[in-house]
């Protein structure tokens, strides 16, 4: 089975833009979620996503958001971009059924300029 | 607020022996706690996992260790090799159908020297 995949793999955007990432999950997995890694935070959860619906939320303003598609690919946006967004944004997926575990993508480095 | 608190922050370990990385958690819902390995540039890549009801899980050279009422775990990794040196975090969450929040520790630097 093909593993995580996220696109763009690097982005570089200016203060007060907005973004827009993508994740295409494991075939067959239905649940979605995302995480910023930064070296001083570490691995924060975002959200997650199961069958187009967000079913949980981590502690970020309303600038995060996201949407999972039918096919379970998920975007997710950030808008009025800050310098402290530059991150490593992760996505993983998972049955979402309470099955082995959440598998990572490489992540979509972002840095705010 | 910090749930699961990973220890030491970093670590260097001669090749062929064994590193030992800990976590201990604080909210007691949690049961299941995997571990991840991250390379530079990667995504972290899940190792092993264990859920509260066993004590000792083995996979290969690497064990995790549990104990509920410490409310800690550890990572053991044997016959530690150069390859092994990444980044390791641990992870706890509630796995109740509906719920994949993870949440992590704040990440140990392994180092395998010749």
């Known amino acids: 089975k093909a593993g995580v995949t996220q696109t763009p793999r690097y982005l570089i955007k200016t203060r007060g833009q907005q973004v827009t990432l993508s994740c295409s999950p494991i075939?067959?997995?239905?649940?979605v979620s995302w995480y910023q890694q930064t070296p001083g935070q570490g691995l924060q959860f975002l959200f997650e996503?199961?069958?187009?619906?967000?079913?949980n939320k981590g502690n970020f303003p309303g600038r995060f958001s996201g949407r999972q598609f039918s096919n379970s690919r998920s975007e997710m946006n950030v808008s009025t971009l800050e310098l402290g967004d530059s991150a490593l944004y992760l996505c993983?997926?998972?049955?979402?059924?309470?099955?082995?575990?959440?598998?990572f993508g490489p992540g979509t480095r972002l840095t705010v300029t | 607020q910090q749930q699961v608190k990973q220890s030491p922050q970093s670590l260097i370990v001669q090749k062929g022996g064994i590193s030992i990385i800990n976590c201990a958690y604080e909210n007691t819902a949690f049961d299941y706690f995997p571990w991840y390995q991250q390379f530079p540039g990667k995504g972290p890549a899940l190792l092993i996992a264990?859920?509260?009801?066993?004590s000792e899980k083995k996979e290969g050279r690497f064990t995790i260790s549990f104990n509920k009422s410490a409310k800690q775990f550890s990572l053991h990794i044997m016959d530690s090799q150069p390859g092994d040196s990444a980044t390791y975090f641990c992870?706890?969450?509630?796995?109740?159908?509906?719920?994949?929040?993870?949440?992590f520790g704040t990440g140990t630097r392994l180092t395998i020297i010749p």
């Open positions: 996503y199961f069958s187009e619906t967000q079913r």
């Open positions: 264990i859920r509260p009801d066993v």
């Open positions: 993983a997926s998972s049955s979402g059924t309470g099955g082995p575990g959440q598998y």
């Open positions: 992870a706890a969450s509630i796995s109740n159908f509906g719920n994949e929040k993870l949440t």
């Open positions: 075939s067959g997995h239905r649940s």
